[in-house]
């Protein structure tokens, strides 16, 4: 598509005696010709970085230039570096605005016949930009279903999406880690399509930090996930990547969200594993820790599955077997709304490792009134708290009804 543009604003540029360039929709420089006159410090900015500042790109939107039919004109703004004015042409296909083609005031007046060569060269960069667009989702959507088999259970998908994603180019070899984000939901109830959106819009923007062919982002019905590729990178680079990955993640997830830093949504990460081919059980390491992370509420909005501690074990385990595992003394209190404080009594003297006057302190009470608490418990549970076995059984307990659906 580059040379394609480049090669139209040669030949128009040539044709006016003047320089052309041409944007995408955000105002970022996509083809542009040899400069006849001075330009100003905007244009330089643009060549230069290949995009503008905000204050350009603000400033252009303000001049109405997304809602133009025909030739505009963007009048000088010195103070964001504007110097020249600018007459535009939108880039549009079937009515779909896909860039602007520009020429600049300092080159000299836009007369009736330079106005007609830039509406024609709107109308053949819009051929060319809508040819791209359309090849572009093609291989977007065919990396998608790739990256889907790359992360199913079955294996000789995943051995066929390896070779395929690296020999077509979606993907580098090297090492993998996967992050995944969730939104809250109703319990048995879809996605609503506007978070669904969110995921979409969220994971899109973060791949778009990594270089080409080093980012793969899919969206499923409850989730979305951002497969990262490391060629060369030590475990320490890429740990502390993808968890700056996983904040920008979050960040712009809770802002698509539109509610603020407390916004319900989490972020896992799943450890980094040295081929592409593993891309799978990273992702269901990360799957797992943002699903942790989202029933338990203690672990923060983003997770690692790295330091998910004992509830890397026991997320493994379905709700079923979750319950079965609890001491049915345990279980009974857990079950019984009445008793939520002393189950809270119990959860932090366990998580102060027995320690009563911290636990104490963290609970507000005196020590003498956590001890009769603590009593209460055991009467009502059948377990010891001063034998080892019993207390081990009670925490581990607490962890896994966090993780129970119904008993947390």
């Known amino acids: 598509m580059v040379s394609e543009l480049q090669q139209l604003v040669d030949a128009f540029g040539a044709r006016l005696g ?102 024609e060269a709107a109308s053949q960069a819009a051929l060319v930009l809508h040819r791209e667009h359309l090849t572009a989702e093609v291989a977007r959507s065919h990396a998608r279903e790739l990256v889907r088999d790359l992360v199913a259970p079955d294996e000789a998908l995943r051995k066929e999406a390896t070779a395929a994603l690296v020999e077509e180019g979606h993907a580098v070899a090297g090492p993998v880690a996967v992050l995944v984000a969730m939104v809250a939901q109703e319990e048995g109830e879809p996605l609503s399509e506007d978070r669904r959106l969110a995921l979409a819009l969220a994971v899109d923007h973060t791949r778009r930090r990594l270089p080409p062919a080093r980012g793969l982002a899919l969206t499923r019905p409850d989730h979305a996930l951002l497969l990262t590729l490391w060629p060369g990178a030590r475990p320490q680079t890429i740990e502390r990547n993808t968890a700056e990955l996983a904040e920008v993640l ?77 001491d049915p003394g345990l279980r009974a209190l857990l079950s019984d709304s009445a008793h939520r404080g002393l189950v809270e009594t119990l959860r932090v003297y366990l998580d102060h490792a027995g320690d009563a006057r911290r636990a104490a302190t963290a609970l507000h009470v005196h020590r003498s009134t956590l001890y009769k608490r603590l009593h209460r418990v055991e009467q009502l549970t059948g377990l010891r708290l001063d034998a080892g076995d019993d207390r081990l059984a009670a925490h581990l307990g607490l962890k896994m009804a966090q993780l129970h659906p119904r008993l947390r």
């Open 250 to 326: 979050r960040e712009k997830l809770a802002a698509e969200l539109g509610t603020g830093r407390d916004t319900p949504c989490w972020v896992g990460v799943g450890r980094a594993h040295p081929r592409l081919s593993e891309a799978h059980a990273s992702y269901r390491e990360a799957r797992r820790a943002a699903e942790v992370a989202r029933t338990t509420g203690v672990l923060g909005q983003v997770a690692a599955h790295a330091r998910l501690g004992v509830y890397a074990l026991l997320g493994k385990l379905t709700p079923g077997e979750l319950a079965e595992g609890i």
């Open 18 to 119: 003047r320089s052309i360039a041409i944007d995408d929709t955000r105002i970022r420089l996509l083809a542009y010709n040899a400069h006849t006159n001075d330009v100003d410090e905007a244009r330089i900015e643009s060549i230069m970085h290949r995009g503008v500042s905000t204050a350009v790109v603000a400033y252009v939107r303000e001049q109405g230039a997304a809602q133009a039919a025909d030739i505009f004109t963007v009048p000088p703004r010195p103070e964001i570096g504007m110097t020249a004015e600018r007459v535009g042409m939108p880039v549009r296909y079937d009515g779909a605005l896909l860039g602007y083609a520009w020429l600049l005031g300092s080159d000299g007046p836009v007369g009736e016949r330079a106005a007609e060569l830039l509406r």
